[in-house]
């Protein structure tokens, strides 16, 4: 059986925001519908120190395919030492019904993608519909990606962006305003959580990046950046009172923001699924007035969706290159 091979260009070329959008809403609705087997992710810390190594499997059981994602970051010294940039990303793809690969992919622009729009997917179903300002704190690749995919889902007056880098700020503010023609204003991290309708936090912190004090009633947060035990950006008081819904909970409660909260007695709420609420089976937003939290670890079953989708396209359009591991015909 064949192998489909494409490379970091190819998957360029196939990706589509609102596809992902659509594979990445369908993944959640799949996940609380007794469709997916998800393991927990497995982390690997390296040097340099920040680096590391996540490890990401899940099967679609509706879809027959299982995948399994590697993606690196934090190698800050790779593009001058390796000529490699700091981040990469694989995903393989397997036949659910025998085992086979079936394709392997570049998968870098793939999590960035699906990121986004699982933050989009969340904003369809949590912010007030009157939403038009968007807070980014952190200016990398995913708030990049945050912004691409609310674009298409809200319609986005102005975006508020802070960062510690003033370069990658200015940076920030000037490919925005270019690739899609926005205004954005750039700030301190409070100056964009107290001007936000949602607030995106897409950094690599350790602390508390954004009081709950800054945040104003109504808000909904798209919480990224902690992924692994002792990762924080949330004050965790910010979870009092709030609408507390996350992607995955046993993820979210050792990786995610809501580990503080839960430690600290904050989340005084119910934790909700976002699946569960795409699905109907729980309330999302009660009031305007209310406080929005959508804790997104990133589930590895966004990945095996976005990446069939992918594969489903590339078939189509004749993309990628065949090989045989097993050495037979075909």
């Given at each position: 059986m064949a192998t489909l091979l494409l490379t970091k260009a190819q998957v360029r070329q196939l990706l589509r925001m609102t596809d992902v959008i659509t594979a990445v809403e369908a993944a959640f609705g799949a996940f609380n519908s007794d469709q997916v087997?998800?393991?927990?992710?497995?982390?690997?810390?390296?040097?340099?120190?920040?680096?590391?190594?996540?490890?990401?499997?899940?099967?679609?059981?509706?879809?027959?395919?299982?995948?399994?994602?590697a993606s690196s970051g934090g190698f800050r010294d790779n593009p001058a030492q390796f000529g490699l940039p700091n981040g990469m990303g694989t995903v393989l793809l397997f036949d659910a019904r025998n085992g086979?690969?079936?394709?392997?992919?570049?998968?870098?622009?793939?999590?960035?993608?699906?990121?986004?729009?699982?933050?989009?997917?969340?904003a369809r179903a949590l912010a007030r519909r009157d939403a038009r300002r968007v807070g980014v704190?952190?200016?990398?690749?995913?708030?990049?990606?945050?912004?691409?995919?609310?674009?298409?889902?809200?319609?986005?007056?102005?975006?508020?962006?802070?960062?510690?880098?003033?370069?990658?700020?200015?940076?920030f503010c000037a490919e925005m305003q270019e690739?899609?023609?926005?205004?954005?204003?750039?700030?301190?991290?409070?100056?964009?959580?107290?001007?936000?309708?949602?607030?995106?936090?897409?950094?690599?912190?350790?602390?508390?990046?954004?009081?709950?004090?800054?945040?104003?009633?109504?808000?909904?947060?798209?919480a990224v950046g902690a992924d692994q035990a002792g990762k924080q950006e949330l004050d965790p008081e910010l979870f009092r009172g709030a609408r507390i819904v996350v992607d995955?909970?046993?993820q979210c409660a050792a990786k995610g923001d809501l580990q503080?909260?839960?430690?600290?007695?904050?989340?005084?709420?119910?934790?909700?699924?976002?699946?569960?609420?795409?699905?109907?089976q729980q309330p999302g937003r009660s009031d305007d007035a209310q406080i929005t939290i959508f804790d997104s670890t990133g589930m590895a079953i966004q990945d095996t969706a976005t990446a069939a989708a992918l594969l489903s396209r590339a078939r189509a359009q004749g993309i990628g290159t065949l090989f045989d591991?097993?050495?037979q015909d075909g």
């Open positions: 087997a998800q393991p927990d992710y497995m982390g690997l810390h390296l040097q340099p120190k920040g680096a590391e190594i996540d490890f990401k499997a899940a099967l679609d059981r509706a879809g027959q395919m299982v995948s399994l994602k086979a690969l079936v394709c392997a992919m570049d998968g870098s622009l793939l999590t960035g993608y699906r990121t986004g729009a699982a933050g989009a997917v969340s704190i952190g200016t990398g690749t995913q708030a990049r990606m945050q912004i691409r995919a609310l674009r298409e889902v809200l319609q986005i007056e102005t975006v508020h962006a802070a960062s510690r880098s003033a370069e990658g700020l200015a940076a690739a899609f023609g926005l205004t954005v204003l750039p700030g301190s991290p409070q100056e964009v959580a107290e001007a936000a309708d949602i607030l995106v936090t897409t950094t690599r912190a350790t602390g508390v990046v954004v009081q709950a004090g800054w945040v104003r009633p109504g808000t909904h947060v798209i995955s909970f046993a503080h909260a839960l430690r600290d007695g904050t989340a005084e709420g119910p934790q909700t699924e976002l699946g569960e609420i795409l699905l109907g591991f097993l050495g």
